[in-house]
């Protein structure tokens, strides 16, 4: 986040704060209720401008007990610093209660209504929206109901690896496509289980990554996509019949919206990839999605856990001084869903020779 464009929360009884994006507003009314106002939520999820999950959640930190309120703009406008002087730009025209390919920022408001309506429902006792958001998420939600079949798309090749891609690609690969890694991810999650749920036997058996979640009608065509695609970073199937979705950060990769990104992953597999009349039935075995789908179809899978994958020391400061109280509020969400901290050892990764990659990865 921009240090000249950050605005901070303060709770001006204990102290406690968190920054937040200035093209957002967080507002306090005297029934203890706290207004956010999002004014680009064509914006990318992950952020700072439309993470209203990730502000949400830590109003509630901040300010215990609140209930919170949720607004944005009906069409979508950004501001832009342009020789020190802020200009405000259209970054798309709204939307025209018809699914199919729009311009990027329309698809993301898309996917921005299903968030809203996802989190409504998730913890309806203290969030809501405003009026002129609520009728904009009421029309989405009965464009979807009256849709031919939301559905999820599937991938269509083999996972890649591509080592210049970045450090947070060769982490996940690295966690995924090789013995060590997958070994220590396994480790750090059958420990999670028997601290947390106190079950020893509980393991992570299968363990993929790259999982696309986009929504469409029917067809996985653009003249049929209703919102954006993004990718789960890695995911896997325990032995105790539970979907675990992953969401990595490389050391330094700390944005607030890490927890938008892996509310909104949860809520879209628990809503979507855990009913099998939204899946596709695959053709190909890529990525492990022959193994979700038969697992679903099968009735194996019973629930979802969700974790932020992050490097040890590492995390958004903000977040990890209110972890426990962010956990206790994500774990009360009415989808039964499971939030976590998992902390990978980057010293461990970092030592895994690319020469270890399995034969399930393409290597580039």
């Not at 956010?36 to 990318?44: D, E, F, Q």
């Not at 698809?107 to 958001?133: D, Q």
């Not at 039935?281 to 009735?299: A, H, M, V």
Request: charged share 30%.
């Amino acid at each position: 986040m921009d240090s000249n464009r950050v605005r901070w929360y303060t709770n001006q009884m204990s102290g406690k704060r968190f920054p937040y994006s200035s093209l957002v507003d967080i507002k306090k009314k005297a029934d203890n209720k706290l207004c956010i106002t999002i004014k680009n939520p064509g914006a990318n999820m992950q952020t700072d401008a439309a993470n209203f999950e990730s502000l949400a959640l830590m109003c509630r930190c901040v300010e215990p007990g609140c209930k919170v309120e949720i607004d944005f703009a009906l069409s979508g406008w950004e501001e832009m610093l342009t020789r020190n002087k802020v200009k405000t730009i259209e970054v798309f025209p709204g939307w025209d209660e018809k699914f199919g390919q729009k311009t990027p920022g329309s698809n993301a408001y898309l996917r921005f209504l299903y968030r809203a309506a996802m989190f409504k429902c998730a913890y309806e006792e203290w969030v809501s929206f405003s009026k002129t958001a609520s009728e904009e998420i009421d029309k989405f939600k009965k464009e979807l109901k009256s849709s031919e079949k939301p559905t999820n798309n599937i991938p269509d090749k083999k996972a890649e690896y591509n080592r210049n891609k970045g450090e947070e690609h060769r982490i996940e690969n690295k966690l995924v496509y090789t013995k060590d890694g997958k070994k220590h991810l396994k480790t750090l999650y059958n420990e999670y289980a028997s601290e947390v749920f106190f079950d020893a036997t509980t393991e992570l058996n299968n363990i993929y990554n790259q999982l696309p979640n986009g929504l469409f009608d029917a067809e996985l065509s653009n003249s049929k996509r209703i919102f954006t695609t993004g990718f789960y970073d890695i995911w896997g199937i325990d032995n105790k019949g539970n979907l675990c979705i992953f969401e990595l950060k490389k050391p330094g990769n700390d944005r607030l919206g890490v927890i938008s990104e892996l509310f909104f992953y949860a809520a879209y597999a628990s809503d979507v990839l855990l009913n099998i009349e939204r899946l596709h039935e695959p053709t190909e075995k890529f990525r492990g999605y022959d193994i979700l789908y038969n697992s679903i179809k099968d009735g194996e899978i019973k629930g979802v856990r969700a974790f932020f994958l992050l490097p040890e020391k590492g995390g958004h400061k903000y977040i990890n001084q209110n972890k426990e109280k962010l956990l206790e509020e994500l774990n009360g969400n009415t989808k039964k869903i499971h939030f976590g901290f998992l902390y990978y050892e980057p010293g461990l990764i970092d030592k895994i020779s690319e020469k270890s990659f399995c034969d399930e990865v393409i290597r580039k």
